[in-house]
């Protein structure tokens, strides 16, 4: 791949009305993608249409999740999506964005028809996020946020799962797994359980939006925003007892420092685990502010959070619009990581995508609500903070 290189200059302001947050620190030059620039401390990332086989970019999947399985980029989409998207993987090459052809379509095992939760998941649920378990080949898992509309749980059920410290209706985390015939079974789904004193309040679209597993089975679990309107994360240890049991998942805080801010909407929208040098860090997008955030999970460090800008490919350049647009928003909803480069996949926000309309080359993906996808290599600078290693 070529690359060119420039001189980073990240982050050169603090976000108006933010609290505490570490910022990074001029740099000498250093090694960026080609699809990667650096302007007035922002780094622009040029994103490329996903399309299907035959060409066509892909219909208003609304993106909530993104890992990566046999060197490939998968994606699922929430209950909002078109009904053609929903309920199944999404296979993306990440060398051309091209969607594979397979059908990999969500179904309940037959374990689970009995469970609390048949009824919501085997329907169209609210799926947000999604991870691929290490050393289980053919293993996601993705969980649920708002089942609002649902009709509830049963009398029995709410007995068992009524009291989840969170919403009424429980965030539930579903393994998949991948059968021979590139099927994909629910096999197995347990509810969160949170402390009352974490405060989070019933706020069933505003729940948990990404995950991140690592190596030894350590989950991670971004929320949108508790009571006070602050994005947390939690965390639980998975291990080979896990799904033999249907009850509660009780989780802690991750007791990450986090940023606080004073005003707006700041939620965590996508999450992705990084290990560099014997330390752990989580990547978490912050879709409505267009950030990146870098969270050291030794909570050690503050949260250094990295300015992004997106642009989108123009098919057809001409005097007017050049091969690559701005984009008013991109709404970055999936995370994920393949060697040192981070992947990220937008979620067309349907209250605000059609204000991205600027070009008309690119006016009918944008109404079809098209996804794109995004790369960016990680940069040392991220981890050096004037001159000293985080």
Known sequence: MKHKYLVLGLITTAL????????????????????????????????????EPNGDVMIDPQTSGLTVWNDK????????????????LHVISPDTAKLSGEQMMLSLSESLKDSCFAGYIQGNPDLEALVAVPDEPGVFLTITEDASS??????????????????????????????????????????????????????????????????????????????????RIFTTTLNQDTWLHDGFIVVEDSKVKLPAFKHGNHPINALELYERDGHEYLFAAARNDEKLWLVDLAGQQETLIINLGFYAAVDEPDDICPAWEPMDNASIEGLTIIDDTLWMVNDPWKKVYLNNISCEQNRAKFEKMAPLLFNLPIQDAWFTLGGDER
Not at 200 to 224: H, T, V
């Open 16 to 51: 108006l009305g933010c609290g505490e947050v570490q910022l990074a620190a001029d740099v000498a030059p250093v090694e960026l993608d080609k699809n990667t620039e650096i302007a007035d401390g922002t780094m622009m990332l040029k994103g490329q249409w996903i399309t």
């Open 150 to 231: 649902f009709k509830g749980l049963s009398e029995s059920c709410v007995t068992q799962y009524g009291e989840s410290g969170s919403v009424d209706y429980p965030f539930v985390l579903i393994r998949l797994e991948v059968q021979q015939d590139n099927s994909v079974l629910m096999t197995h789904a347990r509810p969160l359980k949170f402390s009352p004193s974490f405060n989070l309040g019933d706020y069933p679209n505003d729940g948990i939006e990404g995950l991140a597993l690592s190596q030894d089975g350590r989950l991670y679990f971004a929320l949108e925003r508790d009571a006070q309107d602050r994005a």
């Open 73 to 88: 980029l998968v994606s699922l989409s929430d209950r909002s999506a078109d009904v053609s998207q929903r309920m199944q």
